[in-house]
């Protein structure tokens, strides 16, 4: 019982820190660009020429051209580059202008936020290749190892990363390296803007900057691109409790889900503001529908769904928008081995056919769940019935995430590594669920 006497423990512990603040701002609009360039063109006509004027609308033009656009997922960044030819004559001199847009379309869908249409006969390789820490289980604290990972993270470009939690940090490793490199937190643990202390949440938000739960800080740090430095997002405070939080998950619209094992609760925070939402649960613990016992991981699905790890409760809930009573959607209540329960489950994704996939902690291993809940689970992962460090088996899974491909990455964190689980889509359609 010892691997998950952390659930239990500090359940009414708070401490104060800063909050917040709201920076940025926002780019021109189309109607804005267009009245400086008219402008622009009617000053310069006034004081030399058509010619002039052109050139000086041109310029304004550059200027404000360098301006982000931003939809739910992509950003794009249009620049203007002005070529001038001169052609002479015997009897004039010809200039003309010529002006060349380029656009550049940076997509951020990284792939942690939305779900993926996974066949509903797929299986997986049941053994599992060590992408990050020490295949034998040994804690490190070099960048090829890990001491207590707890959340990942990967996105679209294949790039993972690792919440190593006792060495107080977040881990980067491009696809094919076993080698990191730290882009969160200094290795020491502390409370300064450049540390973090004991952080058990990472995810990436569409812009490239770094989420974290900074769980022992009690705060929400965000790290922006190439800056090691974090801002405050949220902290506990005297109008915004925010407890020892287990998981932290981004939707499309960079609202950020934590799930506080103190408070027994699951809260949402808006873009630009330091005060959480209750989307379920809350003080005291309990195990009816509107309560929640320790609870660990948190899902949002693309129809707004949230599913929460109940931990303590030994099942997962799923509440639909606007509702704080759940629905039990995996395992019943009570802790155990067989294939309609859990035994402390810490994690949870869902694909695009609300087929529901859980680390299941107690037991040692993966399993997923159909939409039609009383038929149980199915074991997909760690199905040899006993932990352990061979490449079958897992210690406690902490965390597991898809890559864009339907790979399953699994956080083993009492072998102290990463494990990448190959999908096996099946050669012909999948028989009717119907």
Known sequence: MASYEEIYMDLNTVRPIQSMKRTGKLPPSNWTLFSKIFLGTVAALMLGGATAGIVLATY???????????????????????????????????????????????????????????PTCATWNDTG??????????????????????????????????????????????????AAVIVA??????????????????????????????????????FLPNSTIGITLASNTSYNALGQMRDLHIDVNNNIYITDSDNNVVGKYIPYSSVGIVLGGGNPSGSRLDQLFSPFGNFMDANNSLYV????????????????????????????????????????????????????????????????????GVCIMGCTGTGGIAANQMRAPRDLKFDRYGNIFVTDQSNQRIQKYLIQLPTSSCPSTG
């Open 185 to 222: 937190g200094n290795g020491t643990a502390g409370n300064e803007s450049s540390q973090l202390r004991g952080p058990k949440g990472v995810a990436i938000d569409q812009y490239g900057a770094i989420i974290v739960a900074d769980s022992d800080n009690y705060r929400i740090q965000k």
């Open 309 to 376: 790890a109940d931990s303590g409760n030994h099942r997962v809930l799923k509440y639909l928008p606007g509702s704080l009573n759940g629905t039990i959607v995996a395992g019943n209540g009570t802790a155990g081995t067989s294939l309609y329960q859990l035994n402390v489950p810490r994690s949870i994704i869902v694909d695009n056919n609300g087929y529901i996939y859980v680390a299941d902690a107690g037991n040692n291993r993966v399993v997923k769940w159909t939409t039609n809940y009383t038929a149980g």
């Open 129 to 178: 290749v060590t992408v990050s820490g020490n295949q034998n289980g040994s804690i490190g604290y070099d960048l090829s190892s890990l001491n207590v990972p707890v959340s990942i993270f990967i996105d679209n470009n294949d790039i993972l990363y690792v919440c190593d939690r006792d060495n107080s940090r977040i881990l980067k490793l491009y696809p094919n390296s076993t």
């Open 60 to 118: 304004i033009a550059v200027q404000d051209a360098q301006t982000t656009t931003t939809s739910t997922i992509t950003t794009t960044s249009a620049t203007t580059t002005t070529t001038t030819t001169a052609t002479t004559t015997t009897a004039t001199t010809t200039t003309s202008v010529t002006t060349t847009t380029t656009q550049t379309t940076i997509t951020f869908s990284a792939v942690g936020i939305y779900a993926l249409n996974i």
